[in-house]
C-alpha cells in the first residue's frame, strides 16, 4: 500500500508547536477508528501530530483536537446560533476537557458575503487581539487559506500531489504553514473550516 505523508526532508523539523520556518503536513480526511469521522495531520516525517475522532456522526457541536496520545489540545464547540455559524475554540493547558468557565483562545464566524468564508478572532482573552480570515475555493470543500488581517497568507491547504506530478484523492490534502504561526491553532482553524464545509 502507498504511503500518503510525504517522504522524510533532509534535515529535521524542531519540535513543538512553533518553528522559525515553513513546515508542510498532509492531512487525511479520515479518521484513526474504524467507522470514525475525523482526520489525521501528518508531519513531514510521517509522523502523526494532530488527530480529530467523531465516533458517531459529521458536523458535531463538539470536537477534540489532539495529539498522537489522545491529549486533548483544543476543544472546539459550536454555538447555540447555528444560523450565524459560530464556533469557539478552548485551548487545554493540561491535555483533558475544558472547564467551562474558561474563555475561549478563539472564534470563528462564519460569513455569507464575497470569497471570505470566515473571519477568525485569536486572543479573546487578552488586551491584543489577533485577526484572520478563512478565504475557500474549490466550492469550500478542501482547498483554502488563512491570511492574517493585512492579507498576507498565513497558512494553505490543497489536493496533495505525489513527487511524480499526480494529484491524490479529495480525502488527501497538503497544508503548508508559514514560519513562527503556531500549529496546533492553524489545524483547529482547519478543522473548524471542515466542521462548516461537513467533511469531520
Given amino acids: ?46 509522523q502523526i501530530v494532530y488527530r480529530v475522532d467523531n465516533y458517531d456522526s459529521r458536523c458535531r457541536a463538539k470536537v477534540h483536537l489532539m495529539d498522537l496520545r489522545g491529549q486533548i489540545l483544543f476543544t472546539i464547540l459550536r454555538k447555540k446560533y447555528k444560523l450565524l455559524g459560530l464556533w469557539e475554540g478552548y485551548r487545554s493547558s493540561i491535555g483533558k476537557e475544558i472547564n467551562r468557565e474558561n474563555k475561549p483562545g478563539f472564534q470563528v464566524k462564519r460569513s455569507f458575503r464575497g470569497k471570505s468564508a470566515c473571519k477568525v478572532i485569536v486572543g479573546l482573552d487578552k488586551d491584543q487581539t489577533q485577526q484572520y480570515r478563512i478565504e475557500s475555493w474549490s466550492n469550500g470543500k478542501s482547498a483554502c487559506k488563512i491570511l492574517d488581517k493585512f492579507g498576507r497568507l498565513v497558512a494553505e491547504v ?25 500549529h496546533s491553532l492553524i489545524v483547529g482553524l482547519l478543522v473548524v473550516h471542515g466542521l462548516i464545509n461537513c467533511r469531520l
Fill in 1 to 46: 500500500m502507498a504511503k500518503i505523508h510525504p517522504q522524510a526532508p533532509l534535515s529535521s523539523s524542531s519540535l513543538g508547536y512553533f518553528t522559525s520556518k515553513q513546515e508542510t503536513f498532509t492531512i487525511w480526511m479520515k479518521s484513526l477508528i474504524v467507522n470514525g469521522h475525523g482526520c489525521t495531520v501528518f508531519d513531514s516525517n510521517g
Fill in 158 to 182: 490543497r489536493r496533495k500531489q505525489s513527487s511524480c506530478g499526480v494529484v491524490l484523492g479529495e480525502d488527501v490534502l497538503t497544508l503548508v504553514v508559514e514560519p513562527f504561526m503556531d
